[in-house]
């Protein structure tokens, strides 16, 4: 058994390096995850304050109900369709970086999602600290920048780190534009191979060690907030 499982992995990894198919598949699913989660912080963030600003003052009505149908659409639609949409419909008459697609349409997914997570955060605190700040001379842009926003990213980080962790595993379904991540990577080699189990194996193997660093990261976050609460 074990000289045919040693074998199998010659094959399917060090016959011709195709161990790089991996490992470069492994970068750009970290360069998407990485870019496409700052992204979908500064997008999440802008509809957040906009969406809060309107619940708190009845303020920029136009732009909340253009948040709310950016929610409504993005919330609702599956990721991969988005995907497919931004790749074939909005940039199909242009040669573009599939990176960059993957990026864009990864990072206005999570902006969705990121911007709930913030406005949740903005809403916990409570109304009492809005006061506080107008009786220090602040107007509302500046209550909520320099005392709203700071509890509300401590309450919310958590989230946050949790939901990078979900983009990480969303960018798996960036081979439907045919993106050389990690996933498609793994099946590049079965189809050289015709071997699965190896590959993809090694895929789901390296998802697991990533969510679980990352995991075991926001863990040691959390303690430390609730630590810097005592």
């Not at 990121?114 to 500046?142: C, H, K, T």
């Not at 895929?203 to 969510?211: E, M, S, W």
């Amino acid at each position: 058994m074990w000289e045919s499982l040693k074998a199998r992995f010659i094959a399917n990894f060090l016959y011709k390096n195709q161990w790089k198919y991996i490992a470069d598949g492994l970068g750009i699913t970290l360069k998407v995850t990485l870019f496409a989660g700052l992204l979908g912080v500064a997008i999440g963030f802008l509809v957040a304050m906009v969406r809060s600003t309107h619940d708190k003052t009845g303020k920029l009505r136009i732009l909340n109900w253009v948040c709310n149908l950016y929610l409504t659409i993005i919330r609702g639609t599956p990721v991969v369709v988005q995907l497919l949409i931004i790749y074939f419909v909005v940039f199909g008459s242009v040669k573009i970086d599939k990176v960059l697609v993957a990026i864009m349409a990864f990072g206005i997914n999570s902006g969705a999602y990121v911007a709930e997570i913030f406005r949740s955060g903005i809403m916990s605190i409570d109304p009492g600290q809005f006061e506080a700040g107008r009786s220090l001379g602040f107007n509302y842009s500046q209550t909520m920048w320099y005392i709203i926003m700071p509890q509300a990213l401590k309450n919310v980080l958590p989230a946050l780190c949790n939901e990078f962790i979900a983009l990480l595993k969303e960018t798996s379904v960036g081979g439907y534009i045919a993106l050389q991540d990690l996933t498609k990577g793994g099946d590049i080699i079965r189809s050289l191979t015709y071997d699965a189990f190896m590959p993809l194996m090694a895929v789901a193997l390296i998802y697991l060690t990533l969510v679980v660093i990352f995991t075991e990261l926001v863990k040691l976050l959390e303690r430390r907030l609730r630590r810097s609460e005592r």
